[in-house]
């Protein structure tokens, strides 16, 4: 449904008024000069707003709107989506549940209809992706505020595992010498996969190096 609907997306805002056919013929003719989607040339001539496009696109497509300003968002939740891949797309995830025996995983973003993202998401993440809108600056500032609050204990936990890889599961002490873990010790291989969960989280490897390191 979604594809089908995605395709005929300047006709639908033309039939409901909120375009006029000029209008539509110049911002395909801007997004042929410029790139991008359809909604964002219409969004840069200023022929209609971003929020009154994601009203309607999630009134046609049945998709939930959300306000990040207004909502919290569980890190177990955000750390579905490396950091890198969040900022590259300007999305990110919003709630997370099983059903079915299947992982879903609501994503805010401000295109829906961009299909290969969501091809792109699901095999990042794992979890069949349900598209949540919201407009791109909310998203931008949801972005710094949930990475920020994840980014200090994320880094002292790389810093722990490297710690652990290089001096065999003793870590430097701020005095300079060193301590040892808690008893039992993890091997070398479970630190080593910690150090690559981490490093893939942070987005500093992707899917195809993560295989060949495992």
Sequence with gaps: MLRTKTMKLGEMLKEAGLI??????????????????????????????EETLLDFLAEQLKLTRVDLSQRRLAEEVVRCLPEAKARRHNVIPVARKEHGGAVYLLVAMSDPTNLSLMDELQTATGCRIRPALDTEQS?????????????????GSLVDALDQILLGG????????SRRSPSPKPSQDDRLQRLIDLL????????????LLR
Excluded: M
Excluded at 25 to 38: D, M, V
């Design 20 to 49: 006029d056919d000029f209008q539509l013929k110049s911002a395909l003719s801007y997004q042929r000069n410029c790139g991008g989607r359809l909604g964002t040339a219409l969004i840069a001539l200023k022929y209609i707003s």
């Design 200 to 211: 893939a989280r942070k987005g500093l490897l992707n899917d195809e190096e993560v295989k």
């Design 170 to 177: 003793a870590s430097a002490s701020p005095g300079g010498g």
């Design 139 to 155: 998203i931008r500032e949801a972005i710094d505020k949930a990475y920020s609050n994840l980014s200090d204990e994320d880094e």
